[in-house]
């Protein structure tokens, strides 16, 4: 498998009844842990040391969406596009980048520091990325996806990388999506959910560990859906009635507990949540006493100012004006009623680098404050969630690995963060602590 798989789990989740069905396609091998270990390059290409190009995209941003080291983003006419790492396709414009296949301590050397078109046959209604992997929902509730698909992800019966957009099959009336690490799932105008990918963890919901390359129906949910969200190999869905039912990859207090739920089953403690974000392994929801999460926490991610894995629901840091949350792939922000963003865990160095320049050690440095899953020890705190400077009037954020992107009024894209990818999208691969605007050819 391209991706690094990681190390423990999600949610904790109370497990419903268990009848296995008959699987619809044929199983794919599970996911594998495959970890390359590589020193980092002494260098990375030449690229702009400052940004340059138009900082106002061809038509006002509606809608962002993150994957791993890549971000993609709705136009209001319907058009995608599409930047950062393209190792597998995932920015769907016809290309493919197989020198920015990122392995464990590498800087990617390719990939696209600035928007690229994707090839949709229709205008977009919603987006969504996987680690990567993104689709799109037209208009007419069909979904079309692109990138890796080395577990069916795309949903199009194969395992094919496709570094163009192709239909999921026999998927209609969709009307909305998400996707986890390699799965994706739609809520259909029934309120059904089919999902497709995957199926290591359950992450499908049909009582098995199988992937699927095409959709099938998930299993046992008690009532219509009306939400849904996935995020690494977990996937949870809100019925009509405030229900959160989640399946899929889950903690455990013993190494000898199960760690996968195969049908949906219930979180203890937010059976009224009103709103839910999944990150890799934590999930937050909002209830009628505030915004609570659960899950890992080795970098601060359940918003607690703690560094302890939670396996219930936690409240979250107290602090006033939380208009929305966001659990990323190892992080948490908040996005406040001054429009202001604010994020839990280590405070990222407060200095732009180039990458050709950086030592090793600020690489590590880097990897450990801004990120940093792999190195092991649990990060050291700030008291409160600190402030990305240079965001205002944020209307929509979303979190990648390292990075972050925000859609602000008026219709402009902000980024910050890692840009060693060309995930921030403004033509430069350095790192940047102060967001700022995505740069247009």
């Known amino acids: 498998m391209r991706r690094l798989l990681v190390i423990v789990v999600s949610i904790s989740l109370a497990a419903g009844c268990r009848s296995k069905p ?3 396609t044929p199983a794919t091998p599970p996911e594998k842990s495959k970890v390359s270990v590589k020193q980092p390059p ?3 290409p030449a ?7 138009n900082p106002q995209p061809p038509a006002a ?34 290309t493919t980048d197989k020198s920015s296949q990122r392995h464990m301590g590498d800087l990617p050397p390719a990939g696209r520091a600035r928007p690229v078109a994707v090839a949709l046959p229709r205008p977009a ?37 496709r570094n163009r957009p192709v239909a999921v099959r026999g998927l209609a009336g969709a009307t909305a999506i998400a996707l986890g690490q390699s799965h994706g799932c739609a809520l259909l105008k029934d309120g059904t959910m089919r999902c497709w990918g995957a199926g290591s963890m359950g992450q499908l919901g049909i009582g098995s560990e199988e992937a699927h390359t095409a959709p099938v129906q998930v299993q046992q949910l008690p009532g219509k859906v009306i939400d849904l969200a996935a995020g690494g190999l977990t996937t949870c ?43 890799f392994r934590h999930l937050c929801f909002l209830l009628e006493q505030g915004w609570h999460c659960m899950g890992d926490n080795l970098k601060g991610e359940v918003a607690d100012s703690t560094t302890k894995k939670r396996l219930v629901p936690t409240p979250v840091q107290t602090i006033e004006g939380i208009a929305d949350l966001v659990a990323g792939f190892y992080g948490t922000c908040a996005r406040m009623s001054d429009r202001t963003v604010r994020c839990w865990g280590p405070v ?16 590590a440095e ?76």
């Not at 690229?47 to 190009?53: D, E, H, M, N, S």
């Not at 690995?401 to 403004?426: I, K, P, S, Y």
């Open 366 to 441: 880097l990897l450990v404050r801004f990120g940093g899953h792999m190195m092991g020890e649990p990060a050291d705190l700030p008291p409160a969630p600190w402030p990305v400077p240079g965001l205002a009037a944020v209307v929509q954020l979303v979190l990648g690995e390292d990075f972050g992107c925000a859609l602000v009024e008026g219709g402009r894209v902000d980024c910050w963060g890692h840009g060693f990818g060309g995930q921030l999208g403004d033509g430069t691969r350095i790192y940047r602590p102060t967001a700022g605007p995505v740069r247009w050819p």
């Open 61 to 94: 941003a509606a809608e962002l969406c993150a994957g791993r080291r890549h971000t993609c983003v709705r136009l209001s006419s319907g058009a995608v596009h599409c930047w950062g790492e393209n190792s597998q396709g995932q920015l769907g414009d016809g």
């Open 237 to 279: 869905a809100r019925l009509v009635k405030d229900a959160l039912r989640c399946w899929g990859e889950r903690p455990s207090e013993s190494p000898m507990a199960k760690t996968r739920i195969t049908w949906p089953g219930r979180i203890k403690g937010a059976e009224r949540a009103k709103r839910m974000s999944l990150g």
């Open 125 to 161: 209604r919603q987006i969504a990325c996987g680690e990567e992997h993104s689709c799109a929902r037209l208009a007419d509730g069909t979904v079309q996806c692109w990138g890796d698909n080395e577990e069916g992800q795309l949903g199009d019966g194969s395992n094919t990388d």
């Open 42 to 44: 002494a260098s990375v």
């Open 47 to 53: 690229v702009p040391a400052r940004p340059t190009g």
């Open 22 to 24: 008959t699987p619809s």
């Open 348 to 363: 990222p160095p407060n200095h732009v680098k180039d990458p050709a320049k950086m030592t090793q050690a600020e690489r």
